[in-house]
């Protein structure tokens, strides 16, 4: 059994939703300290001017954990960030099927921001036609120290196979992952070039943007990619 690990980000790329699709079990990272400007309160989407950020505010005060970050709702980013869904996506193909996933998102009050990326992951995944098992870190016994912690998740979910994206042997103890009988696969994931808004490719956007340009499709792009490599 394949196992793969990693933060809950805000509206992943769509290397993140390839990883899920190779693996038998996916584990959300929740309960390891937050880093600010990466990916997990912002993505990208494309605009007729280019790519821009969708950032959800958060209240941090390091040295929080993902799990306890809260949202600053005192800015107004849900409607902003459906207001700029809809005006950039609204001329897609697949608009219309899946505007309202995204409507209901954003119609509920969220105080932490894992919980938010929990559920638009999930939506997400489900939306794509994926259909695999999606645990929590926080609801299972691990050691602090980072492989030990993914050693121990594997072992939790039953899993002898570990798939790390394509830097984790720059910062993983591979003999400790052998030593524990756990074979670890990398991900070489081949980003699909597909029909977009607007004049030239963006690659590297949110997985929504294939999703509103490609629908269902948009995971097969991906799968061949994989297949052919």
């Known amino acids: ?127 794509f036609g994926i259909k695999k098992k999606i645990f929590i870190a926080s609801e299972f016994e691990t050691r602090d120290e980072p492989d030990g912690r993914l050693i121990d998740l594997c072992g939790s979910v039953g899993a002898d196979t570990y798939l790390s994206g394509k830097d984790g042997p720059k910062y993983m103890g591979m003999d400790a992952f052998e030593r524990a009988g756990i074979e670890v696969v990398i991900q070489d994931f081949k980003h699909p070039v597909y029909q977009q808004l607007y004049e030239g490719f963006e690659p590297n956007l949110s997985c929504i943007d294939i999703l509103f340009n490609c629908g269902e499709n948009g995971m097969e792009m991906i799968r061949k990619g994989r297949i052919s490599s």
Do not use: C
């Open 1 to 127: 059994m394949m196992a793969s690990i990693h933060q809950p980000q805000y509206m992943p790329w769509i290397g993140y939703i390839d990883k899920i699709d190779r693996s038998d079990v996916f584990i959300l990272l929740d309960n390891v300290q937050y880093k600010k400007n990466e990916w997990q309160n912002r993505n990208r989407i494309k605009t007729s001017q280019g790519w821009q950020w969708l950032t959800v505010p958060v209240l941090y005060r390091f040295p929080e954990k993902i799990n306890e970050v809260r949202i600053n709702n005192g800015v107004d980013w849900r409607r902003k960030h459906l207001t700029a869904i809809e005006t950039n996506y609204r001329r897609t193909p697949y608009f219309i099927k899946y505007f309202p996933y995204f409507e209901d998102i954003y119609r509920k009050n969220w105080e932490r921001l894992v919980d938010i990326n929990i559920t638009l992951i999930k939506m997400l995944t489900d939306l």
